[in-house]
C-alpha cells in the first residue's frame, strides 16, 4: 500500500513570503497526485491535481506543484502568500485504487 | 450542484449511544468514500463502495462500526455503541468513477462528532 509523508506540520510564515510544502510518497507503481486545501471550519476542497503530462502543475489560487518522479515527490508552491491561505494543507497519492493522505502542513499566514 | 451532503454537521452524544452519520453524493457519482480525520491519525479511509457496493472496508476501526449504501444516493456510517476515542470529524466524498482522467474525489462538509 501507498504511504504519504508530509514534513513541518506546522508552518508560520508572513504575508508576501514565499511557501513550499513538502510531499514525498512511496509507492512503486502509477500514481496520480493531489494536493487538498482544508480552510477553517470547512471541508477539504482540491488545490491541483497530477495525472500525466507536464510534471509542473498549475492549480487555483497562485498554487502549483512539481512532481519529481525520481524523487518520489510532489511539493507544492506558492510564490507569495496571503492571509486568506491560511489551512491546512494535505497531499494525497492515489495507487492501486486507494487514495492515501499524508498528515496535513498547518499553515498560518500572519498578516 | 450542490456537492456531497452530510448531515448532520455536528453531533454531540454520550458515551455507549448510538450514532448514525449521513451522507448523499453528488448525484451521478458512482463511488463513494467515508474517511475519519483526527489530530493524531489524520485522514483515515474507512470504507468505500463502487456502485452501492462495499468494496474495501478494511479501514473500519472495529466492529461496532457499520456502512450502508442501499442506494446511489445515500449512505449511512453507524457507531454502535459509540465511545470516546470515536470523537473526530467524518467525511464523506464521492467520485465518478468512470471519468478516467478527472478521478477526484469530491468531499463534504464532515460531520464533527463528539462522544462525552
Known amino acids: 500500500a501507498q504511504s504519504v509523508s508530509q514534513h513541518n506540520h506546522h508552518v508560520i510564515l508572513s504575508e508576501a513570503a514565499s511557501l513550499e510544502l513538502g510531499c514525498n510518497y512511496s509507492?512503486?507503481?502509477?500514481?496520480?497526485l493531489f494536493w487538498y486545501v482544508q480552510y477553517p471550519g470547512q471541508h477539504l476542497q482540491l488545490l491541483l491535481k497530477?495525472?500525466?503530462?507536464?510534471?509542473l502543475v498549475k492549480g487555483i489560487k497562485g498554487f502549483e506543484a512539481e512532481f519529481i518522479k525520481s524523487k518520489f515527490s510532489f511539493n507544492l508552491r506558492k510564490p507569495s502568500v496571503q492571509w486568506s491561505d491560511t489551512a491546512e494543507y494535505f497531499c494525497a497519492v492515489k495507487g492501486n485504487n486507494r487514495l492515501a493522505f499524508g498528515k496535513g502542513n498547518q499553515v498560518v499566514v500572519i498578516p | 450542484d450542490a456537492g456531497v451532503i452530510q448531515s448532520p454537521r455536528h453531533e454531540v452524544t454520550e458515551m455507549g449511544q448510538e450514532v448514525t452519520l449521513r451522507c448523499k453524493p453528488i448525484s451521478g457519482h458512482n463511488s463513494l468514500f467515508w474517511y475519519r480525520q483526527t489530530m493524531m491519525r489524520g485522514l483515515e479511509l474507512l470504507i468505500y463502495f463502487n456502485n452501492n457496493v462495499p468494496i474495501d472496508d478494511s479501514g473500519m476501526p472495529e466492529d461496532r462500526f457499520s456502512a450502508k449504501m442501499p442506494n446511489a444516493s445515500f449512505s449511512t456510517l453507524k457507531i454502535q455503541p459509540s465511545e470516546p476515542r470515536d470523537s473526530a470529524v467524518y467525511f464523506c466524498a464521492s467520485r465518478d468513477q468512470l471519468a478516467g482522467l478527472t478521478d477526484t474525489q469530491y468531499f463534504g462538509p464532515g460531520t464533527r462528532l463528539t462522544v462525552l
Open positions: 497530477y495525472f500525466s503530462g507536464d510534471p
Open positions: 509507492y512503486g507503481g502509477t500514481v496520480n
